[in-house]
């Protein structure tokens, strides 16, 4: 994507090849299994230039599964959250959700990311911080509004609710038999009723 | 446990030895990270012995979760499943249950299942036809109970409420600061009140 005068379009093409080549090393090897150096051999960077965009690998690493995977999956503004109807809103997310956590690098990289959590804590923590805790707190918003409309329990405890939903779609997609695109659209409309954000 | 009469406590010994030798190791380094050649080094014995028992490394590892796991977790018969309150059923299991998800090796263990789901499909599917299957048959027996009971929603799909609670519990463990007793104990009865198995 060019953006003529909004500044370094080169940088970010290098940024992406960088990005690109980290996701996939990681995806293929774990976090332990490569080194930043093997990442600028991929892009076919020096290391200096990852460097001077990132201080270690799980920065990077978090840096790539925000940037590529918020690329497929489309997320609510935090405008349309506190406007629009909760139902709505779920309603036109399932397809694109469908599609992503269908797909087998999306299986692959939750297997990699919990496979990490307790050997390299780093790593979930760079990417809670970055990337899940904004998406909690939007998730919150629409949840709060959907107990507003009295179609979430008044007694829900809503951090629960979102770690539901989260940890029920990561645990179905890699359990034996993977799901396909038709079975998680089946699902995640299951897993939105039980909570409360779908009728 | 010498149970005298009652066959070859000895061989109970070895096999103990072998399938702790096993968890350690699978906990240490994943799946990939030993070989059954390492684990008859730890547990002294002679690889025949391994092999006379289980046919490959993943039946070892499944039948070592299985076998340690089982001895910590109560789980209810499927007789009381079929004739106690599903609420006093629940409210037994979570003393035991919170101190179980709350323990470093639990949640170590945790996230090397799903760090291997993906590359070791093997794994998995061994742990799920052994384990987790025959869980789940009883897990779904006391949501349809409950369903019965009218506490769990009679549109409810209960396989997706299986790992709503899984999901959630297993997810809980994996992010940053991870929770003690205190906080499994009352996470526990938040996650078991949204599906309707605590009131």
Same mark, same amino acid.
């Given at each position: 994507?060019?953006?003529?005068?909004?500044?370094?379009?080169?940088?970010?093409?290098?940024?992406?090849?960088?990005?690109?080549?980290?996701?996939?090393?990681?995806?293929?090897?774990?976090?332990?299994?490569?080194?930043?150096?093997?990442?600028?051999?991929?892009?076919?960077?020096?290391?200096?230039?990852?460097?001077?965009?990132?201080?270690?690998?799980?920065?990077?690493?978090?840096?790539?599964?925000?940037?590529?995977?918020?690329?497929? =999956?489309? &997320?609510?503004?935090?405008?349309?959250?506190?406007? *629009?109807?909760?139902?709505? $809103?779920? +309603?036109? /997310?399932?397809?694109?959700?469908?599609?992503?956590?269908?797909?087998?690098?999306?299986?692959?990289?939750?297997?990699?990311?919990?496979?990490?959590?307790?050997?390299?804590?780093?790593?979930?923590? =760079?990417? &809670?911080?970055?990337?899940?805790?904004?998406?909690? *707190?939007?998730?919150?918003? $629409?949840? +709060?509004? /959907?107990?507003?409309?009295?179609?979430?329990?008044?007694?829900?405890?809503?951090?629960?609710?979102?770690?539901?939903?989260?940890?029920?779609?990561?645990?179905?997609?890699?359990?034996?038999?993977?799901?396909?695109?038709?079975?998680?659209?089946?699902?995640?409309?299951?897993?939105?009723?039980?909570?409360?954000?779908?009728?």
């Amino acid at each position: 994507m060019s953006m003529p005068g909004r500044g370094r379009p080169r940088d970010m093409a290098v940024d992406r090849v960088i990005l690109r080549a980290a996701l996939d090393l990681f995806i293929e090897r774990g976090v332990e299994g490569f080194s930043i150096e093997q990442i600028a051999k991929r892009a076919r960077v020096g290391k200096p230039t990852i460097y001077r965009r990132w201080s270690n690998k799980e920065e990077l690493i978090a840096a790539a599964m925000e940037t590529l995977i918020a690329e497929e =999956v489309h &997320w609510a503004s935090a405008e349309a959250v506190d406007t *629009e109807s909760p139902y709505a $809103l779920v +309603e036109a /997310a399932i397809e694109s959700a469908a599609v992503t956590t269908a797909a087998p690098h999306y299986r692959a990289l939750v297997a990699r990311v919990y496979g990490s959590a307790v050997s390299c804590p780093a790593l979930m923590a =760079v990417y &809670w911080d970055h990337y899940v805790r904004p998406r909690r *707190e939007l998730a919150t918003r $629409l949840l +709060e509004r /959907a107990r507003d409309c009295g179609t979430v329990a008044a007694d829900a405890d809503l951090d629960v609710a979102i770690d539901m939903m989260v940890g029920a779609i990561t645990y179905r997609v890699l359990q034996p038999d993977p799901p396909g695109v038709d079975d998680m659209r089946h699902y995640l409309r299951a897993v939105y009723r039980q909570i409360g954000l779908l009728p």
